[in-house]
């Protein structure tokens, strides 16, 4: 989430004015607006302004749709305004290639053709085909560019993308519901419920801004989840379970599911279940080089579900599932909800990590704490080093 600490007030010496960090923040909120329709695409908000006056904005609403920056440069014209000499503020950088895949003109263009003078940028674009060749573009085209404006603000919004065009995997989420004691479920594996509808209508709010959402096959025996958006409005995401030796019961809701198309078991090489369960309309991917019973690789089911165009992954458990994506380092974020319950036994959120010392102690940066309902929720990033 954006918070007031990532829209950082512009120092003295900065070249933005506060309206063009007013325009920047605005342009922020309309992005967000696309938020679960836009992945494999970034979320992009972009405002056009000038002589102190917005004259028009837009945002990237969803994937294949306008981008953010021909939807206010048109939203200007359907006014009758001219756009010359207006400055446009964008999120991130306009793009500036075609390809086989793309279903957009390049955003320079529009752009350039335009009339606009200057353009302010919060980020650069990772993607490979942009990278800030969208910039160079349009300078060359003579339009003033500036960049970096709001900018950490920028980075959380998209983590997603810039996790996937960084580290060549998608963003994962790590989301645990435990006790006080730090228990996800009692002795016998019942966990429902640990926390209440307001922290479960926040997790079904998340699930529908993720590409997907991944359990282990521990959790579909224990709970039987659908996995699916009800709380809220919004599109059910991808349903991930890791089941290495595609031991799901027949009886398992995820299967049966009016939309089981968009749940997919990954599971350990072939095995004769694979037909049967695709005949039933449920996706099967076979990792080559899992070991069935060993736990499945981490790193190759992140690359094989970001092959797939995931490009974020709520990780909803269990123990053994939280505590492996921990171990390997794979995760970018956490998400504590901490019921005030105490269970005294049960099955640990997380184990097996094996530290000497505090100093081993996994730590977090950009912390933060709120309550949901009777819940607190704490939530912090993974604290990379030395990449
Ligand atoms: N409160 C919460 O937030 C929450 C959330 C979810 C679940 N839960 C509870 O957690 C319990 C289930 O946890 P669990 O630890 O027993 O099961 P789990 O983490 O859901 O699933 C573990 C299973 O996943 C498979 N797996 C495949 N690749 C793996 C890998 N790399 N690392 C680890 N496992 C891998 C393994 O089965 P194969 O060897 O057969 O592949 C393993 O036994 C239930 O009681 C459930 O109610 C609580």
Redesign the pocket.
């Known amino acids: 989430m954006v918070t007031s600490k990532h829209l950082q007030k512009a120092s003295p010496d900065s070249p933005f004015s506060a309206f063009d960090q007013r325009c920047m923040e605005r342009a922020l909120v309309l992005a967000r607006r696309g938020a679960g329709n836009t992945s494999p695409n970034p979320l992009v908000g972009a405002i056009i302004a000038r002589d102190g006056r917005v004259l028009g904005e837009g945002w990237h609403r969803r994937y294949g749709g306008k981008h953010a920056e021909a939807e206010a440069l048109d939203a200007v014209c359907a006014t009758g305004q001219s756009l010359a000499g207006a400055d446009l503020y964008c999120t991130l950088e306009p793009c500036c290639f075609t390809g086989p895949l793309k279903r957009q003109p390049p955003c320079t263009q529009g752009i350039i053709t335009s009339g606009i003078r200057r353009v302010v940028i919060a980020n650069q674009d990772p993607h490979p085909a942009v990278n800030g060749k969208g910039i160079r573009v349009l300078r060359e085209a003579g339009i003033i560019v500036q960049t970096g404006l709001l900018s950490a603000a920028g980075e959380k919004l998209n983590q997603d993308f810039f996790t996937f065009h960084r580290r060549n995997r998608p963003f994962v989420h790590l989301?645990?519901?435990?006790t006080l004691d730090g228990r996800?479920?009692a002795p016998g594996?019942?966990?429902?419920w640990?926390t209440d509808t307001a922290a479960r209508r926040l997790v079904h709010r998340l699930r529908s801004h993720y590409d997907a959402v991944l359990?282990?096959?521990?959790?579909?025996?224990?709970?039987d989840p659908e996995l699916t958006v009800r709380l809220v409005k919004g599109r059910n995401p991808l349903r991930v379970v890791?089941?290495?030796?595609l031991?799901l019961p027949d009886t398992a809701k995820l299967l049966s599911l009016p939309d089981r198309e968009k749940t997919l078991i990954i599971?350990?090489g072939e095995h004769p279940r694979i037909q049967n369960l695709r005949d039933c309309g449920v996706g099967v991917l076979p990792l080559e080089n899992g070991v069935?019973?060993?736990?499945?690789?981490?790193g190759a089911?992140l690359t094989a579900l970001g092959e797939r165009g995931v490009r974020s992954i709520l990780v909803?458990?269990?123990?053994?599932?939280?505590?492996?994506f921990l171990r390997a380092g794979l995760w970018d974020r956490i998400s504590v909800?901490i019921a005030p319950m105490i269970l005294g036994d049960g099955?640990n959120?997380v184990s097996g990590l094996a530290p000497a010392s505090i100093g081993d102690a996994l730590e977090l940066e950009d912390v933060s704490t709120r309550r949901i309902g009777n819940q607190l929720l704490f939530e912090g990033s993974h604290v990379y080093r030395n990449c």
Do not use: Y
Not at 175 to 178: F, L, N, R
Not at 215 to 223: I, K
Not at 292 to 298: C, E, H, R, T, Y
Not at 317 to 323: A, D, H, Q
């Open positions: 989301k645990i519901a435990q996800i479920a594996g019942d966990a429902r640990i359990v282990g096959r521990g959790t579909v025996l224990a709970d890791l089941d290495s030796r031991s599971c350990s069935p019973g060993a736990g499945l690789p981490l089911v909803e458990g269990g123990g053994s599932i939280f505590s492996a909800f099955i959120g």
